[in-house]
């Protein structure tokens, strides 16, 4: 019911920037949280910064002080600035939100977008 399609990923040098872009679309009634995940072989898919309506934010360890998520309710959009990127950044990034639809709350997650960082 929800589409959410990624775009602005990548090949970047290491200590170089990136922005990520994610827009919701479909059956829009009201997204609540919205956010990045990312992968890598052979390891379990992991938060990289979530916000919620309010605007309230966490982040992963790993990626505070370097990241920041932002996002456009207007727009229904989602945003990831990623700076001092290093190869460890490397992953396939997943955008993520969810929504009430009356007494169901329902995840919806994008296809994803390589971002690789080169030492």
């Known amino acids: 019911q929800v589409q959410l399609v990624e775009s602005g990923g990548g090949l970047v040098q290491a200590g170089g920037s990136l922005r990520l872009s994610c827009a919701a679309s479909?059956?829009?009634?009201?997204?609540?949280?919205m956010g990045w995940y990312r992968q890598v072989p052979g390891k379990e898919r992991e938060l990289v910064a979530r916000?919620?309506?309010?605007?309230?934010?966490n982040y992963a360890i790993s990626v505070k002080g370097r990241f920041t998520i932002s996002r456009d309710n207007a727009k229904n959009a989602v945003y990831l600035q990623m700076n001092s990127l290093g190869p460890e950044d490397t992953a396939v990034y997943y955008c993520?939100?969810?929504?009430?639809?009356?007494?169901?709350?329902?995840?919806?997650w994008g296809q994803g977008t390589q971002v690789t960082v080169s030492s």
């Open positions: 993520y939100c969810n929504q009430w639809s009356w007494r169901q709350m329902s995840d919806y």
């Open positions: 479909g059956t829009i009634w009201s997204i609540g949280d």
């Open positions: 916000i919620a309506k309010s605007g309230d934010t």
